[in-house]
């Protein structure tokens, strides 16, 4: 039994190593072997959702500044969290995605490295984007502040978006969990709630992974 209704997220320790993370790419394993053999109907979804997501991805950069495969970054990005956000809804997994040290990991690093990049290559440009136009000159050193604390803290806003939405709906998911008992007059109801709910995060985290991987490249495009 839990003594607590956030012990769900706490990875298990075994031989000094919190093998639940490892759920993070369990899940390429667990995946059908004709997968990756033959052409199967999960890798045409698979790849349909990829050449969808590059479509929508390239719209968003301007071709200016930007080399081919650009969204190869947002596309596995996009994978990676779907992944792990719909593998936590079944029973007896780690739900990785619901930790700052999963989604932080993920966002610092590729937000650092657009930075770096953007302010090595287009400093001008960078300085730029600190005043807006029409701004007053008496307002240009607090708007230079404004815009830097934004950019610094959009990873940590991304992260905890989607670490907010995963815990809340896990925890309204246990709730549902411990209210249902087979010998009341309302199981069924409950039981039909908990199955649309079911449904209903499966579609959030589908939400959630596609919002992430969006903002990212929106973060990153809106400098070009």
């Not at 045409?44 to 495969?69: A, D, P, Y």
């Not at 593998?87 to 739900?95: D, Q, W």
């Not at 400093?123 to 600190?130: E, G, I, K, Q, V």
Request: glycine residues 2%.
């Amino acid at each position: 039994m839990m003594m607590s209704m956030f012990s769900m997220f706490d990875p298990t320790a075994m031989f000094n190593l919190q093998i639940n993370w490892f759920m993070t790419y369990l899940v390429l394993f667990l995946l059908p072997t004709l997968y990756w053999k033959s052409y199967s109907r999960s890798n045409k979804i698979l790849q349909l959702i990829m050449i969808l997501l590059h479509k929508e991805f390239n719209s968003l950069f301007l071709n200016k500044f930007t080399m081919k495969g650009a969204t190869l970054i947002s596309i596995s990005l996009f994978l990676l969290i779907m992944t792990n956000n719909i593998s936590s809804n079944f029973p007896y997994t780690f739900c990785s995605s619901a930790h700052l040290s999963f989604s932080l990991a993920i966002s610092i690093p590729i937000w650092m490295s657009i930075i770096l990049f953007y302010w090595l290559n287009l400093t001008n440009t960078m300085l730029a984007h600190l005043v807006p136009n029409g701004t007053p000159s008496i307002l240009m050193p607090l708007m230079v502040m404004i815009e830097l604390t934004s950019n610094i803290i959009r990873p940590l806003a991304l992260s905890v978006r989607l670490t907010a939405n995963l815990i809340a709906g896990h925890l309204l998911m246990t709730l549902l969990g411990n209210t249902f008992n087979i010998n009341s007059n309302f199981w069924i109801v409950i039981l039909i709630i908990q199955t649309l709910f079911l449904l209903f995060e499966i579609m959030v985290a589908l939400i959630q992974s596609y919002v992430f991987s969006v903002l990212m490249t929106l973060y990153s495009s809106e400098i070009t």
